[in-house]
């Protein structure tokens, strides 16, 4: 079992920064793909961004630029810094694990999910 827990979500104004992180626990996390997931009210989830143990990256065209995804195995712990916020990146944010060395595109694939963290993006 892994387990997951996001934090680092709040209400920032349109341009603003945040960094959310998820502490993981249980299972080697070094070893796992790990991805940053949101959910819009009325939405489905969509991908973010992914990590793959070896660091190999990968972005939604929405966030490309601004998102920066990362991963600190001495921590257990996976980063999103999140930089010129829009309205439209208002969701909940899920972190979401599996084992694997490739980059996973898509929700279904993964097993182990955090409880997720709002960020609302307003003035």
């Known amino acids: 079992q892994v387990q997951l827990v996001e934090s680092g979500g709040a209400l920032v104004q349109p341009g603003g920064s945040l960094r959310l992180s998820c502490a993981a626990s249980g299972r080697t996390f070094s070893t796992y793909t790990m991805g940053w997931f949101r959910q819009a009210a009325g939405n489905q989830r969509e991908l973010v961004a992914v990590i793959t143990y070896r660091e190999d990256l990968d972005y939604a065209d929405s966030v490309k630029g601004r998102f920066t995804i990362s991963r600190d195995n001495a921590k257990d712990t996976l980063y999103l810094q999140m930089s010129n916020l829009k309205p439209e990146d208002t969701a909940v944010y899920y972190c979401?694990?599996?084992?694997?060395?490739?980059?996973?595109?898509?929700?279904?694939?993964?097993?182990?999910w955090g409880q997720g963290t709002q960020v609302t993006v307003s003035s």
């Open positions: 979401a694990s599996r084992s694997g060395t490739t980059i996973y595109p898509t929700e279904g694939l993964y097993i182990y």
